[in-house]
C-alpha cells in the first residue's frame, strides 16, 4: 500500500517536470520573432557536449572527469572575426562509484527497464576549471575561472549548484585600431590594459533520465576597467543570463534530444538556440540548431574509447552570407558507473 502510494508519487513528480520543461519549450518558440543582438561573451554552438563552458553547476555532473579542449573561428575571411580557444578540466571528486539502478516507466529496446540516475552516500562535489581566449575585433580576453559544485538527490533528479571564481585580462589592440586622432584618450591609454579583472559565475541544474535543465548567470559583479583614477574607461563586463535545458527520448539503438539555449543581458539584449540531436549507440551523434542571428548550425560527432570529437559548421544566413567553424576534442575518464580507484583518499 504505502509503495505503491511512493510509486504514485514518483510518477506525479516526473509528470509535472516534463510539463515545466515542456512550456519553457514554448516560451523560448515565441522568442523567435524578436530581435537579436550581441554579446561580450564567447559565443559556442557545442555547449550541450560541454554544459560546464555555460554553467559552473556542471562541474561534475555527470560522474567522470571530462577534459575538453575547444577551438572557434567566427566569420571565416573577414578581418579581425571573433576567434576563441577554450581549455577545461572538470570532475566529480568520489570516494564511492556513482551508480546507476534499474528504474520505472523509461524502457529500453528489449521493454525492460532502463536505468535511472541515482547517487551513493559520498561524492557530492565537483571541481573544475576553464582558460579561454576569446578576440573579437579590437578587444582582446584572457580568463581563468575556478568552480566548485554540489550534487544531491531529489528523488530521481540530481541538483547541482555551482559557483565559480574568474579573473579576465582585458587588452586592445591598438595596432589594429584606425584612428583619426592619435590624441583621442581611449587609443592613447589603451597600452595600460593588462590586467586582470576578478568576476564571479553561478548557477543550478538539474538532471534525470528524461530531462535536464539549468540556469546560470556570468559576470555577476560587471568589473569595470579603469584606467587612473580621474577617468574611467567605458568598457565593461555586463551581466548574462542563460537558461537551457532539453528532452531524451529512447528508440531502440538512438536517444532524440531536442533542446534550447537562451542568454541574455540585463538590458535584454538577448539571443536563442533550438536543437535536434540524435545520438546512435551512445557512439555517433549529429545536430541541427537554428540561432535567432539567423544562423544554421550542423554538428556532426563520434567517439572512440574515451576520446569524443566534435566538429560544427555555422552557416549565418545574413547579407554576408559566412561561415564559422568549430573543433571541440574531450578526453572523458572513468565513467559514472565506474569506480574513481585513484581518488580513494577523498
Not at 585580462?169 to 595596432?175: A, P, T
Not at 549565418?316 to 581518488?343: C, D, F, N, P, Q
Amino acid at each position: 500500500m504505502i509503495k505503491n502510494k511512493l510509486n504514485n508519487i514518483s510518477k506525479l513528480y516526473k509528470y509535472i517536470s516534463l510539463f515545466i520543461v515542456k512550456k519553457i519549450l514554448v516560451f523560448v518558440l515565441l522568442l523567435f520573432c524578436c530581435p537579436v543582438f550581441s554579446q561580450q561573451e564567447p559565443l559556442f554552438s557545442q555547449y550541450m557536449d560541454n554544459i560546464f563552458i555555460i554553467n559552473p553547476a556542471a562541474a561534475g555532473m555527470y560522474g567522470y572527469t571530462d577534459i575538453n579542449l575547444l577551438a572557434r573561428q567566427q566569420w571565416v575571411g573577414f578581418d579581425l572575426a571573433p576567434r576563441t580557444f577554450s581549455f577545461s578540466v572538470e570532475g566529480r571528486v568520489l570516494k564511492h562509484k556513482f551508480r546507476l539502478r534499474k528504474g520505472f516507466q523509461i524502457f529500453n529496446k528489449n521493454k525492460t527497464a532502463a536505468k535511472t540516475y541515482v547517487s551513493k552516500a559520498n561524492g557530492k562535489v565537483g571541481l573544475g576549471f576553464q582558460v579561454f581566449d576569446d578576440r573579437s575585433g579590437l578587444i582582446e580576453r584572457t580568463g581563468l575561472s575556478l568552480a566548485y559544485a554540489y550534487h544531491f538527490f531529489i528523488r530521481e533528479t540530481q541538483v547541482s549548484l555551482g559557483l565559480s571564481l574568474s579573473a579576465t585580462e582585458v587588452r586592445f589592440n591598438k595596432n589594429a585600431a584606425i584612428v583619426n586622432d592619435q590624441a583621442d584618450p581611449i587609443y592613447m591609454m589603451s597600452n595600460r590594459y593588462n590586467i586582470f579583472l576578478p568576476d564571479a559565475n553561478a548557477g543550478c541544474y538539474f538532471l534525470n533520465n528524461l530531462y535536464h535543465a539549468g540556469i546560470s548567470a556570468q559576470q555577476i559583479f560587471q568589473t569595470s576597467l579603469q584606467s587612473s583614477q580621474d577617468y574611467k574607461y567605458d568598457y565593461h563586463f555586463q551581466r548574462y543570463f542563460y537558461a537551457n535545458g532539453g528532452l531524451f527520448f529512447y528508440r531502440n539503438d538512438y536517444i532524440f534530444e531536442p533542446s534550447f539555449l537562451f542568454k541574455t543581458s540585463e538590458s535584454l539584449n538577448y539571443q536563442c538556440d533550438l536543437s535536434f540531436k540524435t545520438t546512435y549507440r551512445r557512439q555517433f551523434w549529429m545536430a541541427i540548431s537554428y540561432r535567432t542571428n539567423n544562423d544554421i548550425i550542423f554538428i556532426i560527432g563520434c567517439h572512440v574509447k574515451n576520446l569524443y570529437i566534435g566538429y560544427s559548421v555555422d552557416y549565418s544566413m545574413t547579407s554576408i552570407s559566412a561561415l564559422s567553424y568549430e573543433l571541440s576534442v574531450s578526453m572523458r575518464l572513468g565513467s559514472s558507473e565506474k569506480r574513481y580507484r585513484w581518488m580513494e583518499r577523498y
